[in-house]
């Protein structure tokens, strides 16, 4: 996702992203949107995506739109993986929720914990091999929202309202029992 019709470096992004396509993927499918219908479609309907790829301006923009289709900045993680090294079978790899820092909010104990800890899952999974933990991880995050454990950016009716610590601790709660039975 680009802007070409009125950006030149909306012009060169497509270019280069039809060029390594073709020399490095030809198996995959590409579809070029501009960002802006892409933001769009993506409200509408986000299953029709698998990857999005696009710049840091509008992939800025575009991960906030998919957050709220999650209810909040606050559950999504991510992960930029490198290549797998040829010596080592590694690969670089920087775990990491797809939100800011939230300074207006720093302190007060009022952030989301869950995407940070569902990136931390994903680098047990990725990085340290540790499957079984990270499906551990994910289902004591999952188990945690549906006792209805939910901070103040997720909170709904009938549900209890905590904080960082609490959700974090609640987590954890569920982490530990399912990790020693």
Known sequence: MEKRNVMKSGV????????VH???????????????????????A?????????????????????????GSLGMLPSASLGAVDAKTGKRKALYEPVHGSAPDIAGTGKANPLAMIASLAMGLR????????????????????????????VMAPGCT?????????A????????LHG
């Open 126 to 153: 990725y990085s340290f091999g540790m499957v079984a933990e990270a499906n551990a991880l994910e289902a004591a995050i999952a188990e945690t929202l549906e006792a209805g454990i939910r901070t103040g950016d």
């Open 171 to 178: 987590v954890a709660e569920r982490f530990r029992a399912k």
């Open 161 to 169: 309202e905590v904080g960082t610590s609490g959700m974090g601790d």
């Open 46 to 70: 986000p299953k029709q995506f698998d990857v999005i790829v696009t710049d840091n301006l509008f992939g800025d923009m575009l991960s906030d739109i998919a957050a709220m289709l999650t």
């Open 12 to 19: 060169f992004w497509n270019e280069v992203v039809t060029r």
């Open 22 to 44: 073709k020399e490095e993927y030809p198996e995959m499918t590409l579809e070029h949107e501009l960002a802006d219908a892409g933001g769009m479609k993506l409200v509408r």
